[in-house]
């Protein structure tokens, strides 16, 4: 009894920690991309540059009422959300047959893309803003080093704090594009989609999320590459380990 009332503490402790790793860095993309989102779209009209893709602009039909706009939405939403499902399952096919050389392709590719092209345009649009004097040189300079140092981060090796620092760049300047590309109840109709989806991608046995954590699982000697946020809790997890054996 007296061994059990001591590991509770560890236990309480440990789950505490686990929890604050992971909402810490969710709280610091969301105000990342609330002052990315509030500064780089200052005197910028978001309407003139939609997603060409949507199956329904809400912006260009004024006279549609809110039941027609959340229809509209719902439709944009069922489009984005079966893309990423068949996307998903692709990855999970890729790396069950063990097609690591094409996840790497595609991931890198993606990672540049966001790092490169994105980060571009909101440096650039940081600069406009805040009225910021940079040649053209320098700019390509410094976005050329941001890039190639993010990509160094997340596929190769890295200090733990720098790798996540640029998953979370990552995932804010992901989220912004979203805004700037999306209208509005677009925005908040697929933000809610994508938060059932993934409940039931983990949560149902055949769905895509679960499939992938489960073919990890039984491959401890290949990882998935890049894009997963490690909160460190490794050794944390070891040394409770240890306790226990000692008690």
């Given at each position: ?120 345009y909101i440096f650039l649009r940081l600069l406009t803003v805040y009225n910021a004097p940079l040649d053209l040189f320098s700019f390509l300079f410094i976005l ?29 300047f992901l989220a912004t594009m979203f805004y700037a590309l999306l209208p509005t109840w677009t925005r908040w109709v697929l933000l809610a989609a994508v938060a ?42 070891v040394t409770m380990a240890d306790a226990d054996r000692s008690g």
């Amino acid at each position: 009894m007296g061994g059990q009332d001591e590991s509770r503490p560890l236990e309480v402790g440990f789950a505490s920690s686990q929890i604050m790793a992971v909402v810490k860095p969710i709280i610091i993309c969301m105000i990342m991309t609330i002052f990315l989102v509030r500064t780089i779209h200052m005197g910028v009209d978001n309407s003139q540059q939609r997603w060409a893709g949507l199956a329904y602009d809400e912006d260009s039909d004024s006279e549609a009422s809110g039941a027609q706009k959340l229809g509209g939405a719902l439709i944009n939403a069922l489009i984005f959300v079966v893309l990423i499902t068949v996307m998903t399952f692709v990855f999970v096919l890729l790396y069950k047959y063990g097609c690591m050389k094409i996840i790497y392709g595609w991931l890198m590719m993606s990672s540049s893309m966001m790092l490169g092209a994105i980060g571009a345009y909101i440096f650039l649009r940081l600069l406009t803003v805040y009225n910021a004097p940079l040649d053209l040189f320098s700019f390509l300079f410094i976005l050329f080093n941001f890039a190639c140092v993010g990509m160094a981060a997340i596929f190769w090796q890295a200090p733990l704090r720098l790798q996540q620092s640029y998953l979370i760049i990552s995932s804010s300047f992901l989220a912004t594009m979203f805004y700037a590309l999306l209208p509005t109840w677009t925005r908040w109709v697929l933000l809610a989609a994508v938060a059932v989806y993934d409940i039931v991608a983990v949560l149902c046995p055949k769905g895509p999320l679960r499939m992938l954590v489960e073919t990890a699982q039984e491959r401890p000697n290949q990882a998935l590459p890049g894009l997963l946020y490690h909160t460190g809790m490794a050794f944390t997890t070891v040394t409770m380990a240890d306790a226990d054996r000692s008690g």
